[in-house]
Antibody, heavy 126, light 107 residues
Framework: DVQLVESGGGLVQPGGSLRLSCAAS????????MNWVRQAPGKGLEWVSY?????????????YYADSVKGRFTISRDNAKNSLTLQMNSLRAEDTAVYYC??????????????WGQGTLVTVSS | EIVLTQSPGTLSLSPGERATLSCRAS???????LAWYQQKPGQAPRLLIY???SRATGIPDRFSGSGSGTDFTLTISRLEPEDFAVYYC????????FGQGTKLEIK
């Protein structure tokens, strides 16, 4: 079974940093593009960042960010460790949310998400 | 940015009834790039429909999607108790945006 398990959330002061991780299992991680999607408390979903599969067969890494986090967040992956990471710097109160890692399937067209982790809560507050 | 507006905000129905959820876009886009998700309290979203009308693996056939251009619909033909949740539409043709959600509650 596909499993995505996020960790690293917590309480951080405005301007601080936090590093989120997502451990993947049950599928060939290197073959799949991955994303971070967040959800502020009681609110809807917001896509945060994308990273292409990056395996040898895929031809390299492509990365994209939502405008709201560009220049502050960095997505990366370690295919050898089946791990996805989101480094979050210069955090703001409006970054408070549950952060999900989400997989883009190999069927269909485009960036929709067929598997999600359980999420990790990031709270930015003084 | 394509803005997705879902209606109604809350839908109150009884088990066995038919549910029709709407997702309207501020600009037209290809139906290839429209998905629906279900989210229950404290859980991650679950993919129901992609490409506007294709059911994801394991999704019961009482769930169906339709639409094109700016108007898309998720229909649940006969509500089961486990279907009461929040539903989100998602467009992924131009960047990514989600609707604000429709809460489907038991009447």
């Amino acid at each position: 079974d596909v499993q995505l398990v996020e960790s690293g959330g917590g309480l951080v002061q405005p301007g601080g940093s936090l590093r989120l991780s997502c451990a993947a299992s049950g599928f060939t991680f290197s073959d799949y593009a991955m994303n971070w999607v967040r959800q502020a408390p009681g609110k809807g979903l917001e896509w945060v960042s994308y990273i292409r599969s990056g395996g040898i067969r895929s031809g390299g890494t492509a990365i994209y960010y939502a405008d709201s986090v560009k220049g502050r967040f960095t997505i990366s992956r370690d295919n050898a460790k089946n791990s996805l990471t989101l480094q979050m710097n210069s955090l703001r109160a409006e970054d408070t949310a549950v952060y999900y890692c989400a997989r883009i399937p190999q069927y269909g067209t485009g960036w929709f998400f067929d598997s999600w982790g359980q999420g990790t809560l990031v709270t930015v507050s003084s | 940015e394509i803005v997705l507006t879902q209606s109604p905000g809350t839908l109150s129905l009884s088990p066995g009834e038919r549910a029709t959820l709407s997702c309207r876009a501020s600009q037209s886009f290809s139906s290839t790039y429209l998905a629906w998700y279900q989210q229950k309290p404290g859980q991650a979203p679950r993919l129901l429909i992609y490409g506007a009308s294709s059911r994801a693996t394991g999704i019961p056939d009482r769930f169906s999607g339709s639409g094109s251009g700016t108007d898309f619909t998720l229909t649940i033909s006969r509500l089961e108790p486990e279907d009461f949740a929040v539903y989100y539409c998602h467009q992924y043709e131009r960047s990514q945006t989600f609707g604000q959600g429709t809460k489907l509650e038991i009447k």
